[in-house]
């Protein structure tokens, strides 16, 4: 009959990989399983779930943990010729020469990987502070610091997890030669089967890296996609348009991400008049109805610019001239101000009388000449017979 301990010497290589892989799937899925759970029951349920929840996952640990315990007792035991259950003088020998590297190295490990953990985020965070000073709220240098708080540390931990595994096979007395040969041979072949994926980690790194936009920001991809970021991460960024649509682009394929929101903001208008009104005139009531809302408290945060710092005649339109203004607003800020502006402008000048043209056309009904219809006073063109502007100038005939 063949007793435990013989059964986990004969199949010691097995029981160890299932054990490695159970704990792998099980630290992957159980916050996923929790979550599908809580979704199918109701709320009452919650707290007795998590409670439940914690005695499953200290049972499975627990359990997984003696077997992998046996399993690796097994294979290191078999390594020396044991296939019994060995006596107290040889176990002893193997801990004094083998045991006691293993627990400094695991020991060592862990302690370096703690110490990494808590001292990395602050590094992180006293870089990202000093180069962001004065253009940066708190939250959006929390936010990027946390981000890469996270990255960071994880990437230290696997590769410290990584190097510990090897050492540890190696004073178990596995030949980690052709483990390295094999880690080489597939980290090769999923690198020419993930090659997209690669893109687009190493895409993500440098947007968070160089901070070429965060979650918040309103962004355009490649000239094409344009909306806010909702969600960033290394694979992928979230982008939600004006119609609500969620847009998820690979960060492998941004060839150029134009930022709208980034430091500050530009509100820029052009704003038609008549060709018979005073061009003075006009820019002044422009720059006095900036001014005003500037002075606004409830609109006045939204300006960096107090004055437009530009305002010029920019083009001579086909029914108007085209004035240009221009100035700074707080991040995201410029659409609300630009509409707001528009508003006040156009109450202005229907206060002050200075027309706003608009693109009309006169058609001629077989006449060859206008005759018995108003003179236009600016420019003593005759026009047809109930015209209300004048077809030369565009000038108001109502009002002559």
């Known amino acids: 009959m063949v007793t435990l301990w013989e059964w986990f010497v004969a199949n010691r290589v097995w029981i160890l990989i299932a054990a490695i892989v159970g704990f792998i799937l099980s630290y992957f899925l159980r916050d996923r399983a929790a979550r599908v759970v809580e979704k199918a029951v109701s709320k009452q349920w919650h707290e007795r779930l998590k409670r439940a929840h914690r005695v499953i996952t200290w049972v499975i640990v627990g359990t997984g943990g003696g077997i992998l315990a046996l399993a690796v007792t097994a294979v ?21 020469d083998h045991g006691v590297p293993i627990i400094v190295v695991a020991v060592l490990s862990y302690v370096g990987y703690r110490i990494t953990k808590a001292i ?6 006293r870089f990202i502070t000093l180069r962001g000073k004065g253009r940066h709220v708190q939250t959006r240098l929390a936010k990027r610091s946390q981000t890469l708080s996270s990255v960071l540390t994880n990437t230290t931990g696997v590769i410290i997890a990584i190097v510990a595994t090897f050492m540890i096979l190696s004073e178990v007395g596995v030949n980690i030669t052709p483990l390295l040969a094999g880690a080489g041979i597939a980290g090769l072949a999923i690198g ?14 440098f947007i968070i890296i160089e901070d070429q936009y965060d979650v918040g920001d ?64 006009v820019m002044s009531v422009i720059r006095k109805t900036w001014e ?27 029914s108007g001239i085209t004035i240009k203004v221009v100035g700074e607003t707080q991040p995201g800020k410029h659409w ?20 706003i043209p608009w693109p ?13 219809g108003p003179t236009c006073k600016a420019c003593s063109h005759t026009n047809l017979p109930g015209s209300k502007f004048c077809s030369h100038c565009g ?6």
């Open 76 to 96: 290191i035991l078999s390594r020396y010729g044991v296939a019994v259950i060995p006596r107290a003088e040889t176990i002893w020998s193997w801990f004094l």
């Open 120 to 125: 990395l985020p602050r590094l992180i965070e």
């Open 192 to 205: 020419f089967g993930a090659q997209h994926m690669i893109r687009d980690l190493i895409a993500g790194f």
């Open 218 to 281: 309103v962004i355009r991809v490649n000239n094409n996609i344009a909306g806010g970021v909702e969600g960033l991460n290394l694979r992928r960024t979230l982008l939600r348009d004006l119609d609500g649509v969620l847009h998820v682009v690979p960060n492998g394929e941004i060839r150029m991400a134009s930022n709208l929101t980034k430091m500050w903001s530009r509100a820029h208008l052009n704003i038609s008049v008549a060709y018979k009104e005073d061009l003075d005139r």
């Open 292 to 318: 005003e809302l500037a002075e606004n408290p409830d609109w006045g945060p939204f300006l960096i610019s107090k004055t437009p710092w530009l305002l010029r005649v920019d083009e001579f339109g086909d």
């Open 336 to 355: 609300d101000t630009m509409g707001e502006l528009r508003r006040r402008i156009k109450k202005v000048f229907d206060e002050e009388g200075i027309e």
């Open 360 to 372: 009309h056309v006169k058609l001629y009904m077989g006449e060859s000449e206008a005759s018995g």
């Open 395 to 400: 000038a108001s005939l109502s009002s002559q």
